[in-house]
Nanobody, 117 residues
Framework: QVQLVESGGGLVQAGGSLRISCAAS????????MGWYRQAPGKQRELVGT???????NYADSVKGRFTISRDIAEKTMYLQMNSLKPEDTAVYFC???????????WGQGTQVTVSS
């Protein structure tokens, strides 16, 4: 069982920056893929980006060049640095962890990010 706890959400003006965190209850190097997803009101949850155990990152086209995923293995924490924020980035952001062996998928409770115009 892996617990994920997001933090750092809040209200920011368009063009601003924000960093949110996802703290895991286990050694994140044991997790095959960690990712960030977001869900805006009335919309489906969508992928923001992922980071593999080996550190390879991938991003949705809508955030490429503006958002960066990183991690601190010692702190068991994954981060999402969001720059040049737009009102359409407003959503609840969820942390996700996938362990392939056993098909385990874990989710955090989410953190609200609101970008004002």
């Amino acid at each position: 069982q892996v617990q994920l706890v997001e933090s750092g959400g809040g209200l920011v003006q368009a063009g601003g920056s924000l960093r949110i965190s996802c703290a895991a209850s286990t050694n994140i190097f044991s997790i095959d893929v960690m990712g960030w997803y977001r869900q805006a009101p009335g919309k489906q949850r969508e992928l923001v980006g992922t980071i593999s155990r080996m550190g390879r990152t991938n991003y949705a086209d809508s955030v490429k060049g503006r958002f960066t995923i990183s991690r601190d293995i010692a702190e068991k924490t994954m981060y999402l640095q969001m720059n040049s924020l737009k009102p359409e980035d407003t959503a609840v952001y969820f942390c996700n962890a996938v362990i392939v062996r056993g098909d385990y998928v874990y989710w955090g409770q989410g953190t609200q990010v609101t970008v004002s115009s």
